[in-house]
C-alpha cells in the first residue's frame, strides 16, 4: 500500500481516534466574576471549578447534546443545553442570580455529612461570608450573630463588656461553639475567646437551635454554631481588609493563599485596636472597652486519592482588653497599677492556641478522624481581685458513614480531654483546715451511632444514641430523634427531640462570680444541669407574583432541671445552688425572607419568647423569670444593588423586646440606699446600621462606608450600681455590681473601610 493510500486511511480513521471538544465560558453576576462555582454535567461525573475570575472548562467532550449545571453558595442554581459538535465551544458570560435564600446551600451540621440544606432532616440555619459582608461589617464572629432569628450577643458586664451566644434565651454556655465540627470551646473560652474568631477565616456558621447531643456531645443543650472556615484552593493569592471607625478603632485583617502540588495554604493575620475614653452616661467609667488583639490563622489542606484530604489548622489570639475609670486607662497606666485596691478597673489579658483539622482515612469505607487541641490562658484583675485560669481542651472522634439500602449509619467513638484550673473556691478543696488546690480533670469517652433512614421520597427519620462516661457523674445517654416529612413539593415540616447534660463551670456561668464585691457562696455540692427539649418547623418556598420567598415558622420547649441560678436576694452576697424545682424555656419563631427579580431581597424574623424557673413553696407554685432574657426580639435585613455602578446598599436591624433584670438599689443624694429599685424590666429598644458599598470590578477593591447605632440609642441607666457611693472609691462600694447591662453603651459610630483582593494571572 503506498503512502497516499495510507494518508487517506488515516483520514477517515482519524475521527474515531481523536480527542472530544472543550465547552468554555465566564460565570458573572453582573460584571463581576462568580469565583469557585461548581459546573458540572447532569447525569455523568465530569465537572469542574470556576477560578478566581469566573472561567471554566469542561475537556474533552464528545459529540452530543449535554446539560450543564452551575451552582455556587449564595447565587440560584441554574442549567443550560449545549450541543457539541467537532469544534470547542465558547458559552462567553453565564450569568448568575445572586439568592439569599440558602434552597442551595450545602452543609454538613447535622449529620456530619455535606448534604444539601433542603434535604436536611435536621432545621439548619445557614449565614455565609457573602452576606455578611455586603450586609455589615463585622470585625469577629460575635459582631455577625444578628443574623440569624432566636441568637444573638448578650452582656455579661457593664465593665469589660464579656459577651456570650444566646440562643432562645438561654445563657450563652449552653451553645457549643465548634470550628469545622470540632469543640475547641470550653467553658472559660465562652467568654472571651469567640470574640478572637475573625470573620476573614469564615466561609459560612450553621445554627443548629436544641440540643444536639448524640453528635456534639451532652452540653449542645441550646443548639450549636459550626463555624466552617474556607478552603485554601478557593481563596485569592492576596486579600486585605482594613476599617476605621469614629471612636479611634482600627480593625485589619490580611490574608496570602497558594500551594504547591497537592499541598494548599490558606494564612491571615487581623489585630484589633480600641484606646479611647468615653463616658456619655457619667458614671465615671469607660462606656466600651479598650483592646488590643492579634490574631494568626494558617491552613493546610493535602489532596490525597478518591477525593480524601489531610487537613491542618492552627490559630494562635491574644488580646489585652480593660476598661474602668479614666485614671486607669489614660496613658495605659493599667499595666502599672492592675490590681490596685483604689483605682478601679478590669485587666483581662487572654492567650489561645488552637491546633485542629480532619484527615480522611485511606480506606474503601467512608472513614474519617476529627482532631482538636486548645489551650486557654486568661491572666485578670477585676478591681484588686486577681483571677487566673488554664483550661486545656483536647477531642478526637473517629467516624464511619455506610450505606445500607435506605439507611446511611453513622457511627464512631470520641474522646474528650478537659482540664480547668483557677484560683478561687471552684477548683480547691479542704485539708483539715487548709485549703489546697484542685484541678478539675475529666476525661470523657464516648461512643455514638446515628441512623438517617430515607423511608420514601417524602418522609426522613434521624434516630440516633450517644453514651458518654463522666469520672464523676458516670454514664450519660444523650438520645436524639427527627424527622422530616415533605408534605409538598415546596413544603417541608420538621420534629426534633433530643436531651442535654451539663457539668458546671461558675465563671463561665455568672460572670459576677469574680467582678463586683459581692461574696460567692457555694450552699451546697452543684449537681450537673439535664433538660429535655422538643422543637417542631415548617419551611415552605412560595412564589409572590414573580418573586421567591421563604417562610419558616417553628415553636420549641425545653424542660430543665438541677438549673443553677444565682440568688441576689441577700445584700452583698451571691447564693449559687442547685433548684429545687424546674426551669422551662419555650416559645415561637417566624422567619421570612424574598428576593424580588430586580435586585431586592429582605430578610425579616420574629421571636416569642418565655423563659422562667417555678418551685413549690408552701404548697403554692411560684414562677420567676429569668433575667435578661427578651419577651420578643426580631431582626429585619435590607439588600440592595445598583448593577450599573456596582453599588449595594444594606440596612439591618435588630430589636429587642422587654427583659427582666436584677434586682438593684442606687444612692440617693444624701448617700444612703434607695428604697426604690431600679426598673426590673427593661424598655423596648431598636439598633439600626446602614452600610454602602462600591465594588470595583477591575481592580479587585470594594470601598465601604456605614453608621452602626444609626439612631444613637443608649440605655438610660449605667449597667453599674454603687459607683457613686460616697463612702467609697469608685468601684469599691460593697454595693457595687456590674450586673445591668443588658445593652450595649456604644453610641452612634460612622466607619469606613477598604478590601482588596488580587490573584496573578495564570
Known amino acids: 500500500m503506498g503512502v497516499r493510500a495510507y494518508l487517506i486511511l488515516l483520514f477517515f480513521l482519524f475521527p474515531l481516534f481523536s480527542f472530544g471538544q472543550n465547552v468554555s465560558g465566564q460565570l458573572l453576576d453582573g460584571r463581576s466574576p462568580v469565583p469557585f462555582a461548581s459546573v458540572g454535567i447532569v447525569g455523568t461525573q465530569l465537572g469542574a471549578s470556576s477560578d478566581y475570575n469566573g472561567n471554566f472548562i469542561l475537556r474533552d467532550l464528545k459529540p452530543g447534546t449535554y446539560t450543564l449545571y452551575f451552582s455556587c453558595m449564595g447565587y440560584k442554581a441554574d442549567s443550560l443545553d449545549v450541543t457539541v459538535s467537532t469544534t470547542n465551544v465558547h458559552l462567553g458570560d453565564v450569568q448568575l442570580k445572586p439568592s439569599s435564600l440558602g434552597l442551595n446551600e450545602l452543609v454538613v451540621s447535622g449529620t456530619l455529612r455535606t448534604v444539601h440544606l433542603s434535604n436536611s432532616a435536621v432545621r439548619i440555619e445557614v449565614v455565609n461570608s457573602k452576606q455578611l459582608l455586603k450586609s455589615m461589617a463585622p470585625t469577629n464572629l460575635m459582631e455577625s450573630l444578628g443574623m440569624i432569628n432566636g441568637v444573638q450577643e448578650v452582656l455579661s458586664c457593664g465593665v469589660c463588656y464579656t459577651n456570650a451566644i444566646s440562643i432562645n434565651g438561654l445563657p450563652g454556655n449552653y451553645t457549643a461553639v465548634l470550628i469545622d465540627g470540632s469543640p475547641l470551646y470550653g467553658n472559660l473560652a465562652s467568654l472571651y475567646g469567640l470574640n478572637g474568631i475573625p470573620i476573614q477565616i469564615l466561609d459560612r456558621y450553621e445554627v443548629i437551635k436544641g440540643p444536639n447531643s448524640t453528635l ?170 486577681g483571677y487566673e485560669a488554664l483550661q486545656d481542651v483536647g477531642f478526637g472522634r473517629l467516624t464511619w458513614d455506610e450505606r445500607i439500602k435506605k439507611h446511611q449509619l453513622t457511627s464512631g467513638l470520641s474522646l474528650r480531654y478537659q482540664f480547668y484550673n483557677d484560683n478561687t473556691v471552684a477548683t480547691s478543696r479542704l485539708e483539715g483546715l487548709k485549703s489546697v488546690d484542685a484541678p478539675d480533670l475529666q476525661i470523657i469517652p464516648g461512643i455514638f451511632i446515628q441512623d438517617e433512614w430515607t423511608v420514601n421520597d417524602r418522609l426522613t427519620l434521624l434516630s440516633g444514641m450517644r453514651v458518654d462516661h463522666y469520672n464523676k457523674h458516670g454514664f450519660i445517654p444523650s438520645p436524639r430523634l427527627s424527622g422530616k416529612l415533605k408534605t409538598g413539593k415546596w413544603t417541608n ?270
Do not use: C
Request: aromatic content about 14%; glycine content about 8%; overall charge negative.
Open 216 to 385: 456534639y456531645g451532652s452540653e449542645a443543650m441550646a443548639g450549636v454554631i459550626n463555624i466552617i472556615t474556607k478552603d485554601p484552593a478557593k481563596q485569592p493569592d492576596f486579600s486585605a481588609d482594613v476599617m476605621v471607625t469614629s471612636h479611634m478603632e482600627s480593625f485589619g485583617n490580611i490574608a496570602i493563599a497558594g500551594g504547591k502540588g497537592k499541598w494548599k495554604q490558606f494564612t491571615g493575620l487581623n489585630y484589633g485596636y480600641i484606646n479611647d475614653y468615653d463616658d456619655l452616661n457619667q458614671d465615671g467609667f469607660g462606656d466600651m472597652i479598650n483592646l488590643d488583639r492579634i490574631g494568626l490563622f494558617s491552613k493546610w489542606s493535602y489532596d490525597m486519592q478518591d477525593g480524601k484530604k489531610l487537613v491542618v489548622n492552627l490559630k494562635g489570639f491574644y488580646e489585652d482588653r480593660r476598661n474602668g475609670v479614666q485614671e486607669y486607662l489614660d496613658d495605659r497606666a493599667y499595666r502599672d497599677i492592675r490590681g490596685n485596691d483604689s483605682i478601679y478597673g478590669e485587666s483581662i489579658l487572654t492567650e489561645r492556641i488552637e491546633l485542629f483539622g480532619h484527615y480522611d482515612l485511606p480506606t474503601k469505607k467512608q472513614m474519617r478522624l476529627d482532631y482538636s487541641f486548645s489551650k486557654h490562658i486568661q491572666d485578670s484583675y477585676y478591681g484588686s481581685d
Open 493 to 762: 415540616w420538621r420534629v426534633n427531640l433530643g436531651t442535654g447534660f451539663k457539668v458546671v463551670n461558675l465563671f463561665a456561668e455568672d460572670h459576677a462570680f469574680v467582678t463586683g464585691q459581692r461574696e460567692v457562696v457555694i450552699q451546697e455540692k452543684l449537681r450537673p444541669e439535664q433538660s429535655y427539649s422538643v422543637s417542631t418547623s415548617v419551611n415552605r418556598i412560595v412564589n409572590i407574583g414573580s418573586s421567591a420567598g421563604s417562610f419558616d415558622l417553628s415553636a420549641f420547649y425545653t424542660h430543665f432541671t438541677n438549673k443553677i441560678l444565682p440568688d441576689y436576694s441577700e445584700a452583698g452576697k451571691i447564693l449559687y445552688a442547685n433548684g429545687k424545682g424546674q426551669t422551662i424555656s419555650q416559645g415561637v419563631s417566624l422567619s421570612f425572607s424574598q428576593e424580588f427579580e430586580f435586585p431586592l431581597s429582605y430578610q425579616l424574623g420574629l421571636n416569642a419568647l418565655e423563659v422562667f424557673s417555678q418551685e413549690e413553696v408552701n404548697g403554692i407554685l411560684e414562677k420567676t423569670p429569668i433575667n435578661f432574657s427578651s419577651k420578643w426580639s426580631g431582626n429585619l435585613s435590607v439588600n440592595y444593588r445598583i448593577k450599573k455602578h456596582e453599588i449595594i446598599l444594606a440596612a439591618t436591624s435588630r430589636f429587642n423586646g422587654p427583659m427582666h433584670l436584677p434586682e438593684v438599689f442606687d444612692f440617693e443624694s444624701n448617700g444612703e440606699l434607695s428604697d426604690i429599685s431600679r426598673p426590673r424590666l427593661s424598655q423596648p429598644f431598636l439598633l439600626q446600621n446602614v452600610q454602602i458599598t462600591k465594588v470595583f470590578v477591575k481592580s479587585r477593591f470594594e470601598l465601604y462606608a456605614g453608621i452602626a447605632n444609626l439612631f444613637n440609642f443608649l440605655p438610660p441607666f449605667s449597667p453599674l450600681v454603687g459607683f457613686n457611693d460616697p463612702n467609697a472609691a469608685p468601684g469599691f462600694s460593697k454595693s457595687f455590681d456590674t450586673a445591668y447591662a443588658y445593652a450595649p453603651f456604644h453610641g452612634r459610630e460612622v466607619y469606613l473601610g477598604v478590601r482588596w483582593n488580587y490573584t496573578r494571572k495564570k
